[in-house]
């Protein structure tokens, strides 16, 4: 899964010289938490977020009028208070590259760039979608979390115990375990009962943490 799959195409932009009431205003009338911000020939030049925004308002108080102070915020751009040093990511990255850099730069979102024209955002919420597929998070079906031996061969041995019930594995994730030896495996099934697929499975796991019908 690359990222040019998930992204939300034709982002809504903004110019550096928009007001920040303006554009705070048209942020949530969009219900977004965030603008690339454009130049005239569509280079992105930065990124704003709802919080520069609000930090831009002007503090309460203060000596002067309501009039003096909408005056004042309405004088401030997006220029004046976006991020100029964007972190972007490439339209063909891998999406678990999109997920690490939001991670590590404790970012909600990510400007897609192609030869360093903007393409498309990328945000938390599109990777808590892909999450929830990859899961089959809208699926029903028989959900097993099983701490497995860290070798060769494990995660065949029991997608082969599904099938030869003649189950069908709708999801399968696996994550790391409790040290290097081990990982912790979970799958969601369909058309398998659950006392013969635990049968099957007992042998080639460590420990059953948990099974229920979702």
């Known amino acids: 899964m690359l990222v040019y799959e998930r992204m939300s195409r034709h982002p809504i932009t903004v110019k550096p010289n928009a007001a920040v009431d303006a554009t705070l205003k048209r942020m949530r009338d969009e219900k977004v938490r965030r603008f690339p911000v454009v130049d005239d020939d569509g280079n992105l030049v930065g990124i704003v977020s709802e919080k520069d925004l609000l930090y831009a308002a002007p503090s309460p108080a203060t000596s ?91 995660l065949a041995a029991l997608t082969s115990a599904v099938a030869e019930l003649g189950g069908n594995v709708i999801s399968l994730g696996t994550f790391w375990g409790e040290d290097a030896t081990n990982a912790i495996i979970t799958m969601k099934v369909a058309d398998v009962d659950k006392g013969p697929l635990m049968e099957r499975v007992q042998p080639h796991v460590l420990e059953v943490i948990d099974v229920r019908q979702v």
């Open 64 to 154: 002067l009028s309501i009039y003096e102070l909408h005056y004042l915020y309405s004088r401030i751009t997006v220029q004046q208070v976006m991020t100029r040093d964007v972190i972007t990511v490439e339209e063909d990255a891998p999406l678990e590259e999109a997920a690490r850099i939001m991670v590590d730069n404790k970012i909600g979102g990510l400007p897609v760039v192609r030869s360093g024209k903007l393409v498309g955002i990328i945000t938390e919420t599109d990777i808590f979608k892909t999450f929830m597929e990859m899961m089959g998070a809208r699926d029903q079906g028989l959900r097993l979390t099983l701490l497995c031996p860290n070798q060769r061969g494990e």
